[in-house]
T-cell receptor, first 117, second 113 residues
């Protein structure tokens, strides 16, 4: 077990709605990354947060946004949901040592299964 | 952007057989990671490789970071039923920006009785 938790486990929304997914990082980790995994595919990088700021982003539109809190927990928000947003959303926590330009290995939570109808 | 080619896509093997899978990239990586994912769960880290040429073992699993930094392989010896799952390679290039992992499409391992 990685110590990374996510909620909720499953979620059903309709097209056009907004959703918030939550992640609690592994103790001692200061960086969180979010990934989208469509059925039968590998995870795709959405964005990463470090010290409460977005640290970089993959090829996802602005309606995907996030927050990182002082306790390093995190939220992923998706606005104006589309059918193609149906996927497993994974968060991964890692430690970026101060002054380093890279993070250590990323550890994944169990994911939130989002279904958009 | 960077892409990972992971092969084979699926493997049907007998219990006790050895397994080999690999990943190749169009770009270099600083880190190669191998994960295993079971249905309804997140990927679980198996092996992390941080240096070109590095060979690392974790029990029956052995992985290597290719010298060109564009490839990696994972071997599983003497497979057992609990090895069933999807294995993903992932590369990380830490160029000073966000450290998002680039994943392969996975190798689905099926063990026949």
């Amino acid at each position: 077990e990685t110590g990374v938790t996510q909620s909720p486990t499953h979620l059903i929304k309709t097209r056009g709605q907004q959703v918030t997914l939550r992640c609690s990082s592994q103790s001692g980790h200061n960086t969180v990354s979010w990934y989208q995994q469509a059925l039968g595919q590998g995870p795709q990088f959405i964005f990463q947060y470090y010290r409460e700021e977005e640290n970089g982003r993959g090829n996802f539109p602005p309606r995907f946004s996030g927050l990182q809190f002082p306790n390093y927990s995190s939220e992923l928000n998706v606005n104006a949901l589309e059918l193609d947003d149906s996927a497993l959303y994974l968060c991964a926590s890692s430690l970026q040592p101060q002054g380093a330009i890279f993070t250590d290995t990323q550890y994944f939570g169990p994911g939130t299964r989002l279904t958009v109808l | 952007g960077q892409q990972l080619n992971q092969s084979p896509q699926s493997m049907f093997i007998q219990e006790g057989e050895d397994v080999s899978m690999n990943c190749t990239s169009s770009s270099i990586f600083n880190t190669w990671l191998w994960y295993k994912q079971e249905p309804g769960e997140g990927p679980v880290l198996l092996i992390a490789l941080y240096k070109a040429g590095e060979l690392t073992s974790n029990g029956r699993l052995t992985a290597q970071f290719g010298i060109t930094r564009k490839d990696s392989f994972l071997n599983i010896s003497a497979s057992i039923p609990s090895d069933v799952g999807i294995y993903f390679c992932a590369g990380l290039y830490s160029g000073g920006g966000a450290d998002g992992l680039t994943f392969g499409k996975g190798t689905h391992l099926i063990i026949q009785p």
